[in-house]
């Protein structure tokens, strides 16, 4: 089974509001990221929140990591229609040099101008 | 400039046929990968490599065939197409491998593969 899912699957708001998605994981990270697919595109990368860390912050961006509960958030303010993507958490559980992302299920988000 | 580049961008083939795509990437990374990513959306690891070396495979059927010719390119060739082959296909690179902090991964446009 996959090791990260997000909430919800999927997220339609006005521009302007807040967007926030949940991740949760199965194991013990050493970092997770977080990337965003526009439609017909590669993902790319947003932000990376290592496993010591709880918080971090890029721009209308700001991750939140609970390793207690194996969670994570992803909050976009001040949304805008340019946000309409899809967003997926991305967990590395790398040990001993094989380096490896594993996708949660992603959250499709709509902003509705 | 495109970092990670791709093709063909689109495939379509008769089942049974062997293909190719192609990845590069002119970011100096040392790392790069294949994903599969399904009609759900959900994005898999197939393979990775470490400077033409391979690290992971992800119980893949031996009919995908990963080749590194050199770091900085990494092919994926599929013998006897199947209809359950059909997905978009991502390449990534990353700067290194390991437990580091700091491994980002950097995406090509993808190729989207359709068996008939």
């Known amino acids: 089974s996959q090791q990260g899912e997000e909430d919800p699957q999927a997220l339609s708001i006005q521009e302007g509001e807040n967007a926030t998605m949940n991740c949760s994981y199965k194991t013990s990270i050493n970092n997770l990221q977080w990337y965003r697919q526009n439609s017909g595109r590669g993902l790319v990368h947003l932000i990376l929140i290592r496993s010591n860390e709880r918080e971090k912050h890029s721009g209308r961006l700001r991750v939140t990591l609970d390793t207690s509960k194996k969670s994570s958030s992803l909050l976009i303010t001040a949304s805008r229609a340019a946000d309409t993507a899809s967003y997926f958490c991305a967990t590395d559980i790398s040990n001993f040099g094989n380096e490896k992302l594993t996708f949660g299920t992603g959250t499709r988000l709509t902003i509705i101008p | 400039d495109t970092a990670v580049s791709q093709t063909p961008k689109y495939l379509v083939t008769q089942m049974g046929n062997d293909k190719s795509i192609k990845c590069e990437q002119n970011l100096g990374h040392d790392t790069m990968y294949w994903y599969k990513q399904d009609s759900k959306k959900f994005l898999k690891i197939m393979f990775s490599?470490?400077?033409?070396?391979?690290?992971i495979n992800e119980t893949v059927p031996n009919r995908f065939s990963p080749k590194s010719p050199d770091k900085a390119h990494l092919n994926l060739h599929i013998n006897s197409l199947e209809l359950g082959d059909s997905a978009v296909y991502f390449c990534a690179s990353s700067q290194d491998q390991g437990p580091s902090a700091y491994n980002e991964q950097f995406f090509g446009p993808g190729t989207r593969l359709t068996v008939l």
């Open positions: 490599y470490n400077n033409k070396e391979l690290i």
